[in-house]
């Protein structure tokens, strides 16, 4: 069967898809779509930008690539990245871990900025994308029919109601309206203890290119200090606290500047922001209903450590927009929305299962837990085997969707599990493509992978399947196949011609005449015989959410 012929403008609904939420994972969400071309309409229930606090402060290798794409370059270029992570127990350094040079990749594998100017950044793209943020419309109800969703809002000047295709509710924690009326669970656990959170400007010397953890400290007792340093001298500094801790009265009693002094010294400073925070491990039981979607804290809490909150909200918005608008292009049936939350919701809950072993770590709810905790950073202290063993948080990384239902499974490339921390897996079905350089004949200025993946579906052919076949002819005829799949966007490029200086051949170590299926969202759908052109319109399908039954013939 052959696939549907795309629509028609005429044919293509002109309702935006609505973006519930002006925080880091709606602003992005919003302008993928809007890079993508679809209309959207972004709402916020806040009066206007409350641009004060680092909150979110770490943000991944392949996050700062999604909004390089959308033109936010200044995120990666303004961000601090650390060298060193120190870890100390009771006064005594474990261990110190050195990052490689930032400088031997084209991108740091993260980079510390505050989450304000991360906002105004991606608030500057919106604008000149000319895409619509209404504020002060606080969303009070949501319903959806066969054909679009209806968000009722309150604003100043009385109540709203707004149409679009479809929602992608990005409200945060506190967005409980919409999973109430979508009838979503949001159950998990809440942590006692409370984490003081303060910013300080100061001059900590070669603090600046560390972050520090310390495990009860005695300045701390029994608690944990994590300090992150931050551009424009800036220090974020994350004291663990009882749970009835009470900022007020610490800081007019002058404790809060006894902690910093404790930590810092006579070393002058000033407060920029500081906060009190809860944290939660919640994950809602359905990331889709129907036309609407849930992404970020919304849909998912997790504790901070290992910066596992605002990256996979970011991820969120990346796999929703690229599905949102193949389906609205119609490229894809609305089956395809149905693997976001499949694959949104196994990430989600592996960054559940992930932060939640930091925390009960860091935070031990019973004695025995207590007493591992103090045995572990005891051992450390002389015996280096105990190190992987002592769990401050392990740094975001992208997820893996191996087992969706998207990828085609390749017995010759099986995902090897989760790898050591620090390390990304090899290469296989389901896994982001590592970025390389490379250039391109057609498309001068193109330099780096991965923005060329992000434009459609790309297949990467290798060499020909023996010496006596022609190269480009395999490409032509393997580009052939894929577009008699899909109307979609496809790009059919061939190693040998792009990858010049041999990094990316050397990262896939392609077999003779395989091609790599490679996503929107840059994960490897497929690695197929390149020969077989029923097997290559057979995975391009998969990876656009057709049903199994829906075989393709030539």
Known sequence: ???????????????PVLVLGAGPVGQTAALLLARRGVPVLVVDGRPERDAVG?????????????????????????????????TFYRGHELFSVRLPDPGASSRPSFVNISQSRTEEVLDDLLARAGVAVHWGHEVTGIDQDADGVTVECDTPQGPVRLRGSHA???????GGVVRRALGLDFSGTSFDDRFLICDIRADLGDWARERRFYFDPEWNPGRQVLIHPCPDSVFRIDWQ??????????????????????????????????????????VTDRMRSGRILLAGDNAHLVAPFGARGLNSGVQDAENAAWKLAYVRNGWAGEELLESYHTERHAAALENADVTSATMRFLVPQDDAARERRVSVLERALTDAAAHPHVDSGRLAEPFWYTGSALTTACPERPFGGRPPRGRAPDPCPGVILPDAPVTVADRPGTTRLRPLLREGLTLLVGTGPDTGTDREALR?????????????????????????????????APEPGQVWLVRPDAHVAAVVAGTDADTVRRAVRTALGHPAADTVSA
């Open 1 to 15: 069967m052959r696939p549907p012929a795309p629509r028609t403008p005429a044919e293509t609904t002109a309702d």
């Open 476 to 508: 032509r005829a393997v580009h052939t196949a894929a577009t008699e799949a899909t109307p979609a966007p496809v790009t059919t490029l061939r190693l040998d011609e792009i990858d010049t200086t041999g990094a990316l051949r050397r990262a896939l």
């Open 241 to 282: 606290v009882p749970s009835d801790f009470d900022l007020e009265t610490e800081e007019s009693s002058g404790r809060l500047d006894a902690r910093i002094r404790q930590i810092i010294g006579d070393t002058p400073y000033e407060i920029v922001w500081h906060s009190v925070y809860r944290f939660h491990t919640r």
């Open 54 to 86: 680092s909150k979110a402060i770490c943000q991944q290798r392949d996050v700062l690539d999604v909004w390089d794409w959308l033109g936010g370059h200044a995120i990666a270029a303004e961000g601090l990245t650390w060298d060193t992570a120190r």
């Open 168 to 174: 992608l509710s990005c409200m945060g924690a506190h």
